[in-house]
């Protein structure tokens, strides 16, 4: 069993930055490929950043390519999306997810970000 725990949500202006942040359980943090979705009131979950367990590889929606970042620490177990030069459409629960060797996906509870124009 994985339990991921986001924070670093908030209210920002537009053109401001936060950086979430998911932290993760389990012994074998390493291996899991992890990403962050994103979900806006009345519309479904999206897909904004994923990076694959050795770090080496990243991808991003269109909607964020160039002002956000996905990055994984294995040795705190915690994988982070840094937010910049953010716009009042990337307000939204965004939620971590992990992804294990063995296929089997986990979700964190989500944290709010709000951007004001």
């Known amino acids: 069993q994985v339990q991921l725990v986001e924070s670093g949500g908030g209210l920002v202006q537009a053109g401001g930055s936060l950086r979430l942040s998911c932290a993760a359980s389990?012994?074998?943090?390493?291996?899991?490929?992890m990403a962050w979705f994103r979900q806006a009131p009345g519309k479904e979950r999206e897909f904004v950043a994923a990076?694959?367990?050795?770090?080496?590889?990243?991808y991003y929606a269109n909607s964020v390519k160039g002002r956000f970042t996905i990055s994984k620490d294995n040795a705190n177990d915690t994988a982070y999306l840094q937010m910049n030069s953010l716009k009042p459409e990337d307000t939204a629960v965004y939620y971590c997810n992990a992804e294990t060797p063995g296929k089997d996906d986990y979700w964190g509870q989500g944290t709010q970000v709000t951007v004001s124009s």
């Open positions: 389990g012994r074998t943090f390493s291996s899991y490929a």
């Open positions: 990076i694959s367990w050795s770090g080496s590889s990243t």
